[in-house]
């Protein structure tokens, strides 16, 4: 499986962005996809991610209601819309695969990696 994050930039406070994240060999039945952040001096977070089949979706606090994650309908790319940014959401952001059913997402440790994708939230 590799995956390859876009869309990152410089935006303004209370911008807006979309993330994508494309997936090539993810042939399988089930597995949990996520956006991790990370910001210099400080350890990589999983800000959301989404497992499938099932659709259970996990978002960290602070972004909560202004992350949206989502999957294409053609299974190899993953979204991550970011409405509402604040420049504490400033980091590099990554996308994470991992072949797994467990419901909480977040607590999975993910084997395939992206690279990550800057973005910037400055006036």
């Known amino acids: 499986v590799q995956l390859q994050a876009s869309g990152g930039g410089l935006v303004q406070p209370g911008g807006s962005l979309r993330l994508s994240c494309a997936a090539s060999?993810?042939?399988?039945?089930?597995?949990?996809i996520a956006w991790f952040r990370q910001v210099p001096g400080k350890e990589r977070e999983v800000i959301s991610c989404i497992t499938s089949p099932g659709g259970n979706t996990y978002y960290k606090g602070s972004v909560k209601g202004r992350f949206t994650i989502s999957v294409g309908n053609a299974k190899n790319t993953m979204y991550l819309q970011m409405n509402s940014l604040k420049p504490e959401d400033t980091a590099v952001y990554y996308c994470?695969?991992?072949?797994?059913?467990?419901?909480?997402?977040?607590?999975?440790?993910?084997?395939?990696w992206g690279q990550g994708t800057l973005v910037t939230v400055s006036s």
């Open positions: 994470a695969a991992d072949h797994s059913d467990y419901v909480f997402c977040s607590q999975l440790v993910y084997d395939y």
């Open positions: 060999g993810l042939t399988w039945d089930y597995y949990a």
